[in-house]
Protein backbone atom coordinates (compact mmCIF):
# COMPACT_ATOMS: atom_id res chain seq x y z
CA UNK A 1 0.00 0.00 0.00
CA UNK A 2 1.43 3.14 -0.83
CA UNK A 3 0.72 6.25 1.46
CA UNK A 4 -0.24 9.71 -0.69
CA UNK A 5 1.39 12.43 1.43
CA UNK A 6 0.84 16.01 0.27
CA UNK A 7 3.29 16.80 -2.42
CA UNK A 8 5.28 19.91 -1.46
CA UNK A 9 5.53 22.52 -3.68
CA UNK A 10 9.19 23.67 -5.18
CA UNK A 11 10.54 27.37 -6.23
CA UNK A 12 13.11 27.18 -8.98
CA UNK A 13 16.02 27.40 -6.40
CA UNK A 14 14.81 24.01 -5.09
CA UNK A 15 14.74 22.48 -8.22
CA UNK A 16 18.18 23.28 -8.87
CA UNK A 17 19.33 22.55 -5.60
CA UNK A 18 17.88 18.99 -6.18
CA UNK A 19 18.79 18.29 -10.07
CA UNK A 20 22.16 20.11 -9.08
CA UNK A 21 22.21 22.64 -11.61
CA UNK A 22 22.27 26.22 -11.63
CA UNK A 23 19.18 28.09 -11.52
CA UNK A 24 19.94 29.65 -14.49
CA UNK A 25 20.07 26.58 -16.28
CA UNK A 26 16.95 25.13 -14.66
CA UNK A 27 15.20 28.81 -15.63
CA UNK A 28 16.37 28.25 -18.98
CA UNK A 29 14.99 24.51 -19.55
CA UNK A 30 11.83 25.47 -17.83
CA UNK A 31 11.39 28.18 -20.67
CA UNK A 32 12.51 26.70 -23.44
CA UNK A 33 10.20 23.66 -22.60
CA UNK A 34 7.52 25.31 -20.57
CA UNK A 35 4.55 22.93 -22.07
CA UNK A 36 6.14 19.72 -19.83
CA UNK A 37 5.73 22.03 -16.79
CA UNK A 38 2.68 22.17 -14.81
CA UNK A 39 2.93 25.37 -11.88
CA UNK A 40 0.86 28.12 -9.98
CA UNK A 41 2.24 31.72 -9.11
CA UNK A 42 2.23 33.16 -6.13
CA UNK A 43 3.18 37.28 -6.68
CA UNK A 44 6.33 36.42 -9.03
CA UNK A 45 6.87 33.08 -7.75
CA UNK A 46 6.41 30.00 -9.64
CA UNK A 47 5.63 26.91 -7.58
CA UNK A 48 6.51 23.37 -9.21
CA UNK A 49 5.16 19.91 -8.13
CA UNK A 50 7.84 17.65 -7.16
CA UNK A 51 7.70 15.98 -10.41
CA UNK A 52 9.81 18.66 -12.03
CA UNK A 53 12.90 17.75 -10.45
CA UNK A 54 12.63 14.36 -12.37
CA UNK A 55 11.53 16.57 -15.78
CA UNK A 56 14.39 18.81 -15.25
CA UNK A 57 16.51 15.60 -14.81
CA UNK A 58 15.45 14.27 -17.88
CA UNK A 59 15.67 17.55 -20.00
CA UNK A 60 19.23 18.02 -18.72
CA UNK A 61 20.10 14.55 -19.82
CA UNK A 62 18.77 14.43 -23.21
CA UNK A 63 20.13 17.94 -23.98
CA UNK A 64 23.98 16.46 -23.30
CA UNK A 65 22.38 14.08 -25.92
CA UNK A 66 22.43 16.46 -29.02
CA UNK A 67 18.62 16.43 -29.98
CA UNK A 68 17.06 18.96 -30.84
CA UNK A 69 14.24 20.50 -28.24
CA UNK A 70 11.13 20.09 -30.54
CA UNK A 71 12.53 16.04 -30.23
CA UNK A 72 12.95 16.12 -26.64
CA UNK A 73 10.07 17.69 -26.33
CA UNK A 74 9.06 14.44 -28.22
CA UNK A 75 10.19 12.10 -26.52
CA UNK A 76 9.03 13.39 -22.93
CA UNK A 77 5.29 14.01 -24.03
CA UNK A 78 5.28 10.27 -25.71
CA UNK A 79 7.03 8.69 -22.36
CA UNK A 80 10.31 7.36 -23.94
CA UNK A 81 12.47 8.18 -21.26
CA UNK A 82 16.33 8.07 -21.23
CA UNK A 83 17.24 4.90 -19.11
CA UNK A 84 18.38 5.52 -15.60
CA UNK A 85 21.53 3.25 -14.50
CA UNK A 86 19.27 1.81 -11.98
CA UNK A 87 17.20 0.59 -15.77
CA UNK A 88 20.36 -0.55 -17.07
CA UNK A 89 21.55 -2.51 -14.17
CA UNK A 90 18.06 -4.39 -14.42
CA UNK A 91 18.48 -4.82 -17.87
CA UNK A 92 22.21 -6.26 -17.85
CA UNK A 93 20.53 -8.46 -15.05
CA UNK A 94 18.29 -10.41 -17.67
CA UNK A 95 14.84 -11.12 -17.63
CA UNK A 96 14.69 -12.54 -14.15
CA UNK A 97 15.07 -8.89 -12.78
CA UNK A 98 11.42 -7.53 -13.89
CA UNK A 99 11.44 -3.95 -13.95
CA UNK A 100 9.15 -2.18 -11.32
CA UNK A 101 6.11 -0.09 -11.93
CA UNK A 102 6.54 3.30 -12.41
CA UNK A 103 4.74 4.70 -9.51
CA UNK A 104 7.04 2.38 -7.36
CA UNK A 105 10.24 3.76 -8.52
CA UNK A 106 11.22 6.86 -6.03
CA UNK A 107 14.21 9.30 -7.19
CA UNK A 108 16.69 8.49 -4.53
CA UNK A 109 17.84 12.26 -4.01
CA UNK A 110 14.09 13.49 -3.57
CA UNK A 111 13.39 10.23 -0.88
CA UNK A 112 17.17 11.84 0.66
CA UNK A 113 15.78 15.51 0.74
CA UNK A 114 12.30 13.98 2.11
CA UNK A 115 13.94 12.00 4.95
CA UNK A 116 16.22 14.33 5.78
CA UNK A 117 13.44 17.27 6.14
CA UNK A 118 11.09 14.82 8.19
CA UNK A 119 14.50 14.40 10.14
CA UNK A 120 14.73 17.89 11.03
CA UNK A 121 10.92 17.89 11.84
CA UNK A 122 10.74 15.37 14.38
CA UNK A 123 14.04 16.66 16.50
CA UNK A 124 12.55 20.68 15.91
CA UNK A 125 8.80 19.03 17.36
CA UNK A 126 10.94 16.52 19.75
CA UNK A 127 12.74 19.69 20.87
CA UNK A 128 9.84 21.27 21.17
CA UNK A 129 7.90 18.75 23.30
CA UNK A 130 10.69 18.64 25.83
CA UNK A 131 10.47 22.40 26.35
CA UNK A 132 6.99 21.82 27.19
CA UNK A 133 7.18 19.57 29.07
CA UNK A 134 9.56 21.02 31.49
CA UNK A 135 7.38 23.99 31.34
CA UNK A 136 4.90 22.37 32.23
CA UNK A 137 6.90 20.24 35.55
CA UNK A 138 7.78 24.07 36.18
CA UNK A 139 4.46 25.43 36.40
CA UNK A 140 3.39 22.31 38.11
CA UNK A 141 6.37 22.83 40.69
CA UNK A 142 4.80 26.60 41.35
CA UNK A 143 1.51 25.60 41.89
CA UNK A 144 2.64 23.11 44.51
CA UNK A 145 4.38 25.34 46.04
CA UNK A 146 1.29 27.98 45.53
CA UNK A 147 -1.19 25.63 46.65
CA UNK A 148 1.19 24.32 50.01
CA UNK A 149 1.68 28.04 51.08
CA UNK A 150 -2.41 29.05 50.93
CA UNK A 151 -2.81 25.84 53.14
CA UNK A 152 -0.88 26.89 55.57
CA UNK A 153 -2.23 30.17 55.41
CA UNK A 154 -5.76 28.37 56.01
CA UNK A 155 -3.73 26.51 58.70
CA UNK A 156 -3.19 29.67 60.42
CA UNK A 157 -6.16 31.14 59.76
CA UNK A 158 -7.93 28.25 61.66
CA UNK A 159 -5.88 28.68 64.41
CA UNK A 160 -6.61 32.17 64.91
CA UNK A 161 -10.18 31.47 64.60
CA UNK A 162 -10.33 28.73 67.37
CA UNK A 163 -7.77 31.10 69.39
CA UNK A 164 -10.49 34.01 69.32
CA UNK A 165 -13.24 31.62 70.00
CA UNK A 166 -11.68 30.63 73.45
CA UNK A 167 -11.88 34.12 73.95
CA UNK A 168 -15.26 34.71 73.09
CA UNK A 169 -16.25 31.32 74.95
CA UNK A 170 -14.63 32.83 78.18
CA UNK A 171 -15.66 36.55 77.97
CA UNK A 172 -19.09 35.07 77.67
CA UNK A 173 -18.93 33.16 80.47
CA UNK A 174 -17.62 35.95 82.75
CA UNK A 175 -20.88 37.71 81.13
CA UNK A 176 -22.91 35.21 82.44
CA UNK A 177 -21.12 34.93 85.86
CA UNK A 178 -21.41 38.58 86.30
CA UNK A 179 -25.35 38.88 85.43
Known amino acids: MVAIMSEK ?9 LTGL ?11 YESLFTYRTIGPVRLFPQRAVKIVRELAELSGKGLSPDEITER ?3 GKRPAAPEEE ?8 AAPLPAEVVIDLGVMRD ?8 IARLSEELDRE ?3 RASET ?10 EERLSEQKRHLALVAEWVDYFDRQMDEIT
Do not use: M
Not at 9 to 17: C, M, R, S
Not at 141 to 150: G, H, P, S, V, Y
Open 22 to 32: TEQEVRRLIQT
Open 141 to 150: AQLRRTIDDL
Open 9 to 17: ELKIGDIAH
Open 133 to 135: RQE
Open 76 to 78: LKS
Open 89 to 96: AAEEAGPA
Open 114 to 121: TLALQERR
